[in-house]
């Protein structure tokens, strides 16, 4: 996921001809770099006729070290491997695996393809994949060695590491706030990217750019903010991303439930392959019988509770007639499903079902 282009300050340093300390630090083959230097320079066919050059693992295995330093170079400190493993599945998910159709492991990284790429497409520098180098501990955009490191004459050289490539790195693994602040103003496509593709909704100012862009939608696609809360993870389960759907709770008003009713929408589209929407993956076709009925569950507590505090001073805006309603006339189990749950520990869900109880 390379770099906003808007950006175009990089950060200061860095490395001149390594000393024996800088050695011992982060071995690097110079040899290597310069011979690739060359070829990656030639990745644009040109006027002499001769093919481009293919990127390959080998020049994305000497660029790991080149970043690494820069890095360092930077103030970052990288973690163990218990740490970072913990950490990436914690950002990025139970994706990591062999099977998984979007990402590729290798010994000393990982690649995360972006939603229009596919595994042929893994060096392709014109597509958003994402790398994570398991030996060194930080994650990068596809590396070209001439962004990073240049030689001064032939024994001296400099590295410069782009400045939203050190924000992301402090901010993910070492919990640097002044960090996240910088990529909230500077690379807020980035932080989008990490709830909306990959379901990481622990940082609560990320977690608000994303919804207010949903919030400002218009009504085409207003009910897609269902695909970012309700999510298939790799490994086939359902999660719902509470935080985000508390998010919705907060910020609907007595004159504002468009984030709700576009939820209102999402769960009828549960039900219904005909319903209208946006959909990366239509709802009515990803999940199960009883995924949805439990979707359903989760957007009709929030519904309710949010009718009964604000729609009697502004019932116009408010429907009585939910789709929990209408499902529960259409699905004759449901009813008992949800009982048999115990509501999901819903306690609007259970007041409006069991008003006694």
Known sequence: MKIPTVIIVTSTLICCQPSNKYQSAINMDIAAIKTHLALQANMEPGDNNHPAYQYTVKDLELA???????????????????????KIRNIFGDIFYDQCPFVKLRNKCYTIFANDSDKQDEFDYTKENLFIAQSYKFITYLPLLGDYLQFTDSNQYKITIHPALVARNKF????SQSDLAWLLH???AFLKTLVVTFGYTQVPQINDL?????????????????EIIFKK???????IKEALLQWVAAHTQVNNNRLLLGL??????????????HYRNHPFHLFQMNEKRKILAYISNTYLSLYTKWAPANPGIWPA??????????????????????????PALKQELEPGN
């Open 321 to 346: 007639a939910t789709v929990l309603n209408n499902q529960l006339n259409a699905d004759t189990g449901l009813a008992t499903f949800l009982q048999q749950q115990h509501y999901f520990s819903l």
């Open 233 to 239: 993870e790799a490994t086939g389960n359902l999660d």
């Open 264 to 277: 209102e929408d999402y769960a009828y589209a549960l039900f219904n392959p005909e319903a209208p929407g």
């Open 64 to 86: 790991l070290p080149v970043i690494a330093q820069g890095l360092k170079d930077n103030h970052f400190i990288a973690l163990d491997d218990t740490a970072f493993n913990k």
């Open 172 to 175: 993910l693994f070492n919990n």
């Open 210 to 226: 994303v919804m207010y862009d949903y919030e400002y939608m218009d009504e085409a696609n207003l009910s897609t903010v269902g």
């Open 186 to 188: 500077e690379d807020t």
